[in-house]
């Protein structure tokens, strides 16, 4: 059996270059980078040309980039270590609903902490009204974070027109860039953030690895204590291999974006036609999401009157990977929470099916998700107990 891989907003294979890059690191480069010998000067010295790499490609200073386990661990670096700098002067945060768990839950933990927390809603199709954000913000906010683009159901959030506001009013800004870093031309500056998470596996790089951007001069603490690594910011020993694979696969993704990012034209025309067959194959089919404003490679549908998770084990039996959410959600039985904060029912949201695309997606590969996925349908339904 052929399989098909169609969960790329969970994680991507690394690219082969990434990983002929970061080969020598755990071996014959093995150094600690805060040794001063030879062994750790290599291994710094690979890390400040990451560095270096990293922040050029979103015309960020070297010293703004400090490197972290993951998006999830900068989300909560970002969250935390603004709120706690400045909890003697303000203590309002202000989000939207339908923010990845690093946020959301993140910001419920600063909620017992004392700290108020504003969720902004969306609309139906996931967009916020930078207006509604303005109106929101008061004279005891210390932080605004709103996602760049929503990693279930890929609405590309205004983050420029936000940031502006944030900027006008003398608040941080942060926004979780997990699922465009990589994949689309990120200007820190033209963006107006304070504060970018971003992490590597979603762009075909090395799994536990990630960075915070932080714009100099905001206030923020260290989130972890111990050595003086990442400027006092971040202890802990580098992940040198990890790192060295982040700036290559950041490099690899650049090239796109010179060449007028043909891929994500292939791939977005990949998307259109799941999209278009779905909705045109499967009665009682919706499109989750904005239509147009959103990421290229997604698709989220609500099939009505069966569940989700009985449509992801039938394709897993047709060797076809997808998801219904998040994969940091798994194992939940609950519903989405972002599919509820933009209007759907339970049993809508409980219906829901994330197809991503990504570079090893192929057209064959799509045609045979559009011949499978309404025979699922058909079958599941005949059993459902929910048509009446």
Do not use: W
């Not at 169609?6 to 294979?13: C, Q």
């Not at 090395?206 to 006092?232: A, F, S, W």
């Amino acid at each position: 059996m052929k399989r098909i891989y169609m969960d790329y907003a969970a994680t991507t294979p690394m690219h082969p270059e990434v990983l002929e890059a970061m080969k020598p690191y755990f071996a014959d480069r093995f150094g600690n980078p805060s040794s001063i010998h030879f062994y750790g000067r290599e291994a710094k010295k690979a890390i400040d040309s990451a560095r270096d790499l990293i922040a050029g490609s979103i015309n960020a200073k070297s010293e703004e980039i400090i490197f972290t386990s993951g998006g999830t661990e900068a989300d909560n670096f970002a969250l935390e270590g603004v709120a706690y700098a400045n909890e003697k002067k303000c203590d309002h945060i202000i989000s939207i609903p339908i923010e990845h768990h690093a946020v959301t839950n993140c910001l419920e933990y600063l909620k017992r902490r004392g700290f108020k927390i504003t969720y902004v809603p969306v609309d139906k199709t996931g967009m916020v009204d930078p207006e509604d954000i303005r109106k929101a913000i008061t004279d005891r906010t210390i932080l605004v974070s709103v996602m760049h683009a929503n990693n279930e159901i890929g609405t590309i959030e205004p983050i420029a027109e936000i940031g502006k506001i944030c900027k006008e009013k003398n608040v941080y800004f942060h926004t979780d860039a997990v699922q465009t870093f990589g994949h689309y031309k990120i200007d820190v500056n033209e963006l107006n953030v304070d504060l970018l998470s971003a992490s590597a596996h979603k762009l075909y790089g090395p799994k536990g690895v990630g960075m915070l951007y932080v714009r100099k001069g905001v206030k923020i603490v260290p989130y972890l204590y111990g050595g003086e690594q990442e400027r006092g910011m971040r202890a802990s020993t580098e992940n040198v291999p990890g790192i060295v694979g982040f700036a290559k696969a950041v490099e690899i993704a650049g090239h796109g974006f010179d060449n007028g990012s043909q891929t994500d034209k292939r791939i977005r025309q990949l998307r259109d036609k799941l999209i278009q067959g779905i909705l045109s194959k499967i009665d009682d089919s919706i499109l989750n999401g904005h239509p147009t404003q959103r990421l290229d490679n997604n698709v989220n549908v609500s099939i009505k009157y069966i569940e989700g998770e009985s449509i992801l084990l039938n394709l897993d039996l047709e060797g076809i990977a997808a998801s219904t959410g998040s994969a940091c959600s798994s194992g939940s039985l609950e519903p989405s929470h972002v599919l509820l904060a933009i209007g759907l029912d339970h049993e809508s949201a409980h219906s829901s099916l994330r197809l991503t695309l990504g570079n090893g997606t192929a057209e064959e590969e799509v045609d045979r998700v559009l011949e499978v996925l309404p025979k699922i349908v058909k079958k599941l339904r005949e059993m459902s107990p929910l048509i009446k």
